[in-house]
């Protein structure tokens, strides 16, 4: 694919085939991602590429205790709520994603199952847990450096056919993720994503958020009309 076209088709993929995806293609996709702009050359990131049985344990231990109604226990800082135009761009998109799967507003079920499929990293083949060096926490650095190769690695693997979704729920419950992914105790959980190759029949998997103009998001300074 041509840069514009990953960067233009990419969306968040919530569907996906039961198929395997080949160590050797996620090894690939890992290595481009890599090449992200990393502050000083720091490379906080590792990355828990997790299939299989492993995975079915973290799925059935997140929504066992998210249901059993224990509180969360995100290891990378969460901040506040989302507010004003972030909330209703945060709403918009949810919208987007219920009207496509035909859930209705009052239909507490069904959201209830949508939310519980985030816990279960939306039934992808493959999860891929994020985590930096626990050296480096409170590093103003360090998340941005893990969101830029974060970004590249969901690229690269549009760019191969696969899809693939940032995903929070996923390590709320982050005992889980670490005993059954063999998470280091120097690593910081940060994120999980979740990859695969898409179900392109599953309706949300059309949803294309939408993004507010470069004019609204940009200030120039120092150029002429």
């Not at 996620?26 to 299989?52: D, H, K």
């Not at 059935?60 to 209703?88: C, K, W, Y």
């Not at 999980?192 to 004019?215: Q, T």
Request: aromatic fraction near 8%; charge should be neutral.
């Amino acid at each position: 694919m041509k840069f514009d076209d990953v960067i233009l088709g990419r969306r968040s993929i919530r569907g996906y085939k039961p198929d395997p995806v080949p160590r050797a293609l996620i090894e690939e996709i890992l290595a481009l991602a890599m090449r992200a702009p990393s502050s000083m050359n720091t490379q906080p990131w590792n990355f828990y590429v997790i299939t299989g049985e492993p995975l079915n344990r973290i799925r059935a231990g997140n929504t066992e205790r998210m249901l059993a109604g224990v509180p969360q226990s995100r290891e990378f800082r969460i901040g506040q709520p989302f507010d004003g135009a972030h909330r209703e761009r945060q709403i918009g998109v949810a919208k987007q994603l219920f009207s496509a799967m035909g859930i209705a507003r009052d239909d507490k079920d069904k959201r209830q199952d949508w939310v519980l499929r985030g816990f279960r990293q939306f039934d992808a083949p493959v999860c891929i847990i994020v985590t930096y060096d626990r050296a480096l926490d409170g590093s103003d650095d360090t998340p941005f450096d893990c969101g830029a190769v974060t970004t590249a690695l969901v690229n690269a693997a549009w760019s191969r056919g696969l899809g693939a979704v940032i995903n929070s729920q996923g390590i709320m419950q982050s005992p889980v993720v670490r005993e059954h992914a063999g998470i280091a105790d120097d690593q910081v959980i940060m994120k999980s994503i979740a990859l695969g190759w898409p179900d392109h029949d599953f309706p949300a998997n059309a949803v294309v958020s939408e993004r507010k103009p470069v004019k609204e998001a940009t200030v120039f300074v120092g150029f002429e009309d």
